[in-house]
């Protein structure tokens, strides 16, 4: 079986959402209770996707405003079309955001890191545009430890293919670690920076409810998945149906964990 380049493009949001986006509406509650932000600041969702950490801010920490930042043009579509007026979604990314220097007070990024090529130049803008004392934060998914979906995913890949070993999230990025992102705030001229675990439970119904959405082809293991000829996928389903653990209901039950870091910009 010959192994595919990874694809880390998320250009549409309904695979994203069958996929990942449904979890991530999970566990963002959770990462702002964690924040404990104020009421009435100036929110910036940089790497907003289809607008999920958006909307848990409009929802859950009563801000004056909320902006968001995305480069896919499907997503941007998406998140306009989930969050309304409700929030300002520009076209930018991580490495340019279309915002004036020290105008918002709360920068967050969901499960974007990951993705930025040059994740300190990304930081760097994200100081830019927040006012010194503001809060910048993100999380991202714990790859290569209890990011279960994908780990059991990964696992039995590359059981039947090592050189999928390559092109797994846990191998590939290495700020899925703690103390990688903890060292990367550490270098960005911010004060008190903290990193926690947010787990959340992922349940399936059964086995179809998990397997199915890695037929959409977009992110790193569905695009994998979709590489491989019909055979070999079969192969690849049937050693993740005997290797997850089933309840006798059929119902399966994982947990997703995702490392949160947040720091203080400096006065």
């Known amino acids: 079986m010959s192994s595919q380049t990874a694809s880390d493009v998320w250009g549409r949001g309904d695979p994203y959402e069958r996929y990942v986006g449904r979890w991530s509406r999970l566990v963002a509650p959770a990462f702002l209770a964690w924040l404990a ?8 969702d940089v790497g907003c ?12 920490s009563a801000p004056s405003s909320v902006a968001g930042v995305e480069p896919s043009e499907g997503f941007l579509l998406a998140a306009r079309e989930n969050l309304g007026d409700r929030a300002e979604i520009y076209s930018g990314n991580a490495a340019s955001i279309p915002l004036p220097d020290a ?23 994200m100081v830019r545009v927040a006012r010194p004392g503001g809060t910048i934060a993100a ?12 780990r059991y995913f990964w696992d039995a890949a590359i059981d039947l293919d ?8 846990g191998s590939r990025f290495p700020l899925c670690h703690p103390d990688a992102l903890m060292a990367l705030f550490i270098g960005s001229a911010l004060r ?4 926690t675990a947010l787990d959340i ?26 590489s491989l000829d019909e055979t070999a996928r079969n192969r690849l389903r049937d050693r993740l149906r005997e290797r997850i653990p089933t309840r006798l209901d059929g119902s399966i039950s994982m947990i997703a964990r995702a490392w949160a870091v947040r720091a203080t910009v400096a006065g």
């Open 103 to 125: 105008s918002v007070d709360v920068v967050v990024s969901g499960l974007v890191l990951n993705f930025v090529p040059d994740p300190r130049a990304g930081l760097a803008e």
């Open 201 to 226: 439970p992922t349940p399936f119904e059964n086995f179809d409810d998990y397997w199915s959405p890695f037929l959409g082809g977009q992110g790193p293991a569905p695009a994998y998945a979709m």
């Open 162 to 169: 090592p050189a999928a070993a390559a092109l797994g999230e």
């Open 192 to 195: 008190g920076p903290r990193v």
């Open 37 to 44: 932000v104020p009421a009435g600041r100036r929110w910036l």
């Open 49 to 60: 996707g289809t607008g999920a950490l958006s909307a848990a801010v409009l929802d859950e």
């Open 139 to 150: 999380y991202v998914w714990d790859y290569a430890g209890q990011m279960q979906l994908m």
